[in-house]
Structure formats: C-alpha cells, structure tokens
C-alpha cells in the first residue's frame, strides 16, 4: 500500500465533477489496489473522510470512517464505509450548521448547512448495492464527501464567512458552542 498526495484548495481536481466507475473497473486489481491506498492515505492524514479526487483520481468513490478522531472529538464514531458512485438525497428540509474541516483545506474550518437526514445509495467496493439513511453529524460528512466527488468543497456552502477561522481559533473561541449543538444532535440521533 502507498500514502496518496492529497489536493489543496486551488488545484483544478478538486473543482472536476468526478465520473462514475463501472463494475468491471471496479472490480480490477488495480481499482481495489487505489482504494486500499485512500483508505491508508484517510487514516495517515486523521480524515473523517477521504474522496478519490482529492487524491488526483476524478472518480466516483469515497472513504469515510470516525474512529475516536482526534481532529473531531466530537464525533461520533462510523464504521468504516467504502462508497462507490454515490448519490445523497436530502429525507426533508431540516438542516442544522456543521463546523466543517477538510484535508483539502490546510487549517481553516468554517459554519455549513447540512440536511439533518439523508437517504446515502452507492455500491461497496464488491460493488454491491448499499441503501441506507445518515442522520445528524454523520449526514453532514457524507454530505461533505459526496461534494468533493461534484467538485465541491465546504467553503462553498459557508453561509456566514465570518465563521470562518483557523483551527487554533476554533478550539480558543468556537469549539465550546459547538460541541453543545453537537451533542445535542448525537442525543437525538445517536450519530
Ligand atoms: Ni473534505
């Protein structure tokens, strides 16, 4: 296995609307051989997630995985989940504001709206059909990672850029209001 260089903000793959894999794609060597190096490079890099573009690859598949994340204390922990030609669709309006990072964005974190529930449907990387819901914190990272594959990052969704703010900023004036509204949404959900 191999660590990927990942994207920054600025770089044109990040901004490129990835395409979808085919099965058999999928199921080659060298496609499963990429998605064991993502997998490697997410957790290197302390990611909640990790999608193939930011990792120069404009196709359709992500990582996601929380495991007692230090980067997100908060968060609560997702088993890891391999997606591949994923679509999200919100459940109903209700969204609530996730502080979002990214590997993608060296040291900056900023207020995005997210829909509190969502309906995730995509392949495993077996390629078998995956249906399933996300609710709260977790919906607003799949939300996060199905963007990146339409060439999208969470600066785009910042309603407000005066949330916008360093990381050290975070935890000195943000991360204490935070870490309430989410744990209010973990009471709720359990996610
Ligand atoms: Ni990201």
């Not at 449907?121 to 799949?142: N, Q």
Request: net charge negative; proline share 5%.
């Amino acid at each position: 296995m191999a660590l990927l260089k990942i994207a920054t903000v600025g770089n044109p793959v990040l901004r490129e609307v990835a395409r979808e894999l085919t099965r058999e794609e999928l199921a080659s060597a060298e496609t499963q051989r990429f998605i064991d190096d993502l997998v490697e490079t997410m957790r290197d890099a302390q990611g909640a997630g990790l999608a193939a573009n930011q990792v120069y690859r404009p196709v359709r598949v992500c990582a996601i995985e929380v495991k007692d994340n230090p980067r997100y204390p908060y968060k609560p922990n997702v088993p890891l989940t391999i997606l591949v030609n994923p679509t999200v669709t919100p459940l109903d309006d209700e969204t609530f504001l996730n502080f979002e990072g990214c590997l993608s964005v060296p040291n900056l974190r900023g207020e995005v709206p997210r829909y509190t529930r969502a309906r995730v449907r995509a392949w495993d990387r077996e390629g078998r059909e995956l249906d399933f819901e996300v609710k709260g914190l977790t919906s607003g990272t799949y939300q996060h990672e199905v963007d990146h594959l339409d060439g999208k990052v969470f600066l785009d969704r910042v309603q407000d850029t005066r949330s916008l703010t360093t990381w050290a900023d975070f935890d000195r004036h943000h991360k204490a209001a935070f870490v309430e509204r989410a744990k209010a949404l973990v009471a709720r959900f359990g996610s």
